[in-house]
């Protein structure tokens, strides 16, 4: 079973307390800090992550990017998010795949669910998102010391003496 993770972007930016005090400032920060917690989310769990930007008020043409293997898509004008979302499962929906929309627009959720979708509220993404990055941080922690320890006890001098060895110096 293939999962996909649509994010409606402005949606969870507006949800994460840390996304929203940071658009008040840097709007273009917010996206970004979204998109590099969606790629950690992807590079985990393997899921294939697409982020929609609402462009609907922005003159213009749709724009798809790819970031870090997140598939980033900006709407085109007069289409919102919710609209890209849900064409977007009706394309991608299938028998081997399995779709999961975050968002916290409670309509948007019934109406995604409704077509099969599972749906994620903001809360949720980012409760998930914070247990990656404590697995991640947790098994760093893990081959860190793996690496440092050796096969044989010895003193710290000792341990720098072979380092400068190894190195050359």
Known sequence: MKDILLVDGYNVIGAWKEL??????????????????????????????????????????????????????????NETADERIEGMIRKLQNVQTRIHVATSDLAEQWTVFSQGALRKSSRELLIEVKKIEQQIAKEIETVRQKKSKTKIPMNEDIKELFEKWRRGF
Request: glycine share 6%.
């Open 20 to 77: 929203k005090e940071l658009k008040t400032s840097d709007f273009a920060g917010a996206r970004q800090f979204l998109i590099d917690k969606m790629a950690e989310y992807q590079a985990f769990t393997g899921w294939r992550v697409i982020v929609i930007f609402d462009a609907y008020l922005m003159p213009g043409k749709e724009t798809k990017t790819r970031q870090s293997r997140v598939e980033v898509v900006y709407t085109k004008e």
